[in-house]
């Protein structure tokens, strides 16, 4: 049994649980909201990048568990089921379905991927909320909230836009809680020129009772916290600027109930109508999830000694997570597993402007199946532009660029050089077979070239320690330079013919070298690296690992000792293609405007290519009656058949065509696929009684008919 497993089953898998004396790792991603589609920016700021770190720590052995679900509970999820004329949980179920779909493709390995509509969620809130009233954090006030007289409501957070009253700002789409653009925590009655989202009246004010986290009395327990893990953990930059600037504007209570029926109940008497603000309940879903994961999962999550905590996300939900989060935690006077480590994320911006899922601009993650580019070139392209320090620019041009220069010609082009040479039959090459060669100290090129790669890899590992993913991507990628180089200034193809031993030495490092880099990589591009297995001839769960107590370091800083002599290698192939500018600036045109417009334009070219199959079905027809037929015929097509005896053979039914899969190819289609006639492929075996003359009287013109 795995160390690291408590030997529990669940579905099939091993339950992880702390195991004392390792490293214990606890990651979390920001829960995505439901009630959308994930964008790229989603992706890359909190989901891809946990997933990064998580398989990272699976590589040097400590025992980590990565958590993530979908947060769906609240205004916007109301807001979609009103939109969408359907339930929330209807959305709910929808949109998790389409989350999880789109997470598979992008290969993350969540250990348990959950949602925050359940009971769990539901137990596990109440219990803190009931902890927090115990020990006198939480008071009662009444506060003036918008009111929306034509939809007779009181109106949430995100169910009131305006101008962000900020003098520096005064965007016009800010919401009730928080400003998109300057980032400003607001409460909805600070906005200007407020606006109902459902009816677009303007709101009054009104006083309205709730529940308030005193977060004035947690203050002092509270910096003490940030002051001590914020180098412990050595949060990032934008995190620490975030919290303090948060900090400084003072420590202010929190409501924490909303006038709303989908969230969690609020177990108390005099607010049973009402439910847990989302930002209270939504990070207590990581504790939830996790309890999904395992009954046991206090041992995660009450363990602040055996325990770090990793979590990621992007900028705006900083103060959620290192504030509110924390107090919630540290209010219920019990031991909890604080966030050790917080790794955050500015925007990604798309083209010439800002992903936004509210608005559908940018490329989503349903869009990016549709490209036939590959999942690795995505996870790549998105973690070299990882929006780390400041706002990054995702662009078709630099996709392209990227593609073909760092991971065609450099990383591909290193691979490909040295696999196909081996490949060669013997005289050419080595019949596939890794050369036998030692001396690797003594050959002073290689020797040169071994200490290049173990300061690579040293500081690889310094990098994603301290979780930065693209610094530690691009150390990598140099790697895969510097066997390019090795190669070039070994002239291994001259060397094959003038001196063996020095070629077999070259070449055994350079194809140890691909390996160290499927290795070093597969937390980026796991695909990409079970591809290098097969071409290497490994099974794919040969599993990789980067273990000091193994010894791995060590045989990377010399990779001549990586592969054995004698194996022998599976078939080389390509494993990158050319981005073409033909194809880019395709892509440019089907992904520019919001998602909306890309959606409406879909419709029309299905409604015009439903017009056509009607138009072709309508000359086949014109066609079938055309003057040469003869009446008998047109009896035959027309006439029902009789009903059979009892004891004759069955007749064949009369075709019963349904046109919806059709007009579901249709909606499909899109300019850019090609256009294949249903009808063509249709089949019509059809029987009918011919009839007698006599019982064409009254036959009816079908010449605009529509027969099938």
């Keep these: 049994m795995d ?54 720590c699976r590589l040097r052995g400590y025992n980590a568990v990565y958590i993530c679900g979908t947060d769906e509970y609240g205004t916007a999820t109301e807001t979609k089921a009103r939109e969408e004329n359907c339930t929330p949980q209807q959305i709910c179920d929808k949109y998790y379905a389409i989350h999880k779909e789109v997470y598979d493709w992008f290969d993350i390995c969540f250990d348990e991927f959950g949602r925050t509509s359940t009971p769990q969620q539901t137990e596990v809130c109440q219990s803190i909320f009931k902890k927090l009233m115990e020990n006198g954090w939480l008071t009662e006030n009444t506060m003036q909230q918008l009111f929306c007289e034509t939809c007779n409501r009181f109106l949430a957070d995100r169910l009131v836009e305006g101008s962000c009253p900020m003098l520096d700002c005064n965007y016009d789409s800010a919401r009730g809680d928080q400003c998109d653009k300057c980032g400003k925590l607001l409460n909805p009655t600070e906005l200007k020129d407020p606006r109902c989202k459902v009816c677009q009246a303007r709101p009054c004010i009104r006083d309205t009772d709730h529940l308030f986290l005193e977060l004035p009395l947690l203050k002092d327990k509270l910096e003490e916290y940030i002051s001590d893990m914020s180098v412990a953990g050595s949060w990032s930059q934008n995190a620490i600027q975030t ?135 995505w996870r790549y392209y998105l973690l070299t532009n990882r929006p780390e320090v400041s706002d990054t620019l995702f662009t078709w041009t630099d996709l392209q660029a990227k593609l073909n220069t760092e991971l065609l010609n450099n990383l591909g082009n290193f691979i490909n ?46 990098a994603m320690e301290k979780v930065k993913l693209k610094q530690a991507l691009k150390i990598a990628m140099s790697i895969s330079s510097e066997g390019n180089a090795y190669l070039q200034e070994s002239q291994f193809w001259k060397l094959y013919k003038q001196d063996q031993a020095s070629c077999s030495l070259v070449v055994k490092t350079s194809a140890g070298l691909v390996y160290l880099l499927a290795c070093l990589l597969e937390p980026f591009m796991p695909s990409f690296s079970l591809k290098v297995l097969k071409e290497l001839n490994l099974p794919p769960e040969n599993q990789f690992s ?44 089907k992904f520019s405007g919001s998602q909306a417009e890309r959606v409406a334009k879909g419709e029309a070219e299905a409604r015009k290519l439903a017009e056509q199959l009607e138009q072709t079905k309508h000359e086949h027809e014109v066609e079938r009656f055309s003057a040469s037929t003869t009446m008998a015929e047109i009896t035959e097509t027309l006439l029902p058949a009789k009903e059979a005896p009892e004891t004759s053979k069955p007749q064949e039914p009369a075709l019963d065509f349904d046109p919806k899969p059709c007009a579901k190819r249709n909606q499909e289609s899109s300019v850019s696929r090609s256009y294949t006639n249903p009808w063509k492929s249709t089949a019509r075996h059809c029987r009918f009684e011919k009839s007698n003359p006599s019982q064409l009287k009254s036959i009816p013109n079908h010449s605009n008919s529509h027969v099938v």
């Design 3 to 56: 160390d690291q497993s408590d030997g529990r089953q669940g579905n099939g898998r091993n339950l992880k649980l702390p195991v004392p004396g390792k490293r214990n790792i606890l990651i979390t991603s920001a829960l995505p909201y439901v009630n959308n589609i994930p964008h790229l920016g989603t992706i890359i700021g909190c989901v891809l990048s946990a997933d990064v770190f998580a398989r990272y």
């Design 546 to 589: 980067l273990l000091n107590e193994n010894g791995d370091l060590e045989k990377a800083k010399k990779p001549w000792e990586i592969l054995p002599a004698g194996h022998k290698i599976g078939t080389p192939d390509p494993l990158f293609k050319e981005l073409k500018d033909e194809e880019v600036e395709a892509f440019r045109k």
């Design 417 to 462: 050089r040295v696999l196909s040479f081996i490949a060669k039959p013997q005289g050419l090459g080595y019949g596939s077979i890794i050369p036998d060669a030692s001396g690797g100290e003594s050959h002073s090129l290689t020797k040169r070239f071994a200490e290049r790669i173990g300061i690579c890899v040293d500081q690889y590992i310094e």
């Design 243 to 377: 919290t303090y600037a948060w900090l400084k504007e003072g420590v202010k209570s929190r409501c924490i109930t909303r006038d709303l029926k989908w969230g969690v109940p609020v177990p108390h008497e005099k607010f049973k109508d009402k439910v847990f603000y989302v930002w209270f309940d939504a990070p207590i879903g990581y504790i939830s999830i996790t309890s999904c994961y395992t009954p046991d999962w206090e041992k995660w999550w009450k363990n602040p000694e055996d325990v770090e905590l990793y979590q990621f996300m992007g900028k705006d939900n900083v103060p959620f997570h290192t504030v509110m989060f924390p107090s919630t935690l540290i209010g219920t006077g019990e031991k909890w597993t604080l966030m050790k480590s917080i790794s955050v994320t500015e925007y990604l911006m798309y083209e010439a402007g800002k992903f936004s899922k509210s608005k559908g601009t940018g490329i989503f993650g349903n869009d990016v199946q549709d490209t036939n580019i590959p999942v690795e070139v």
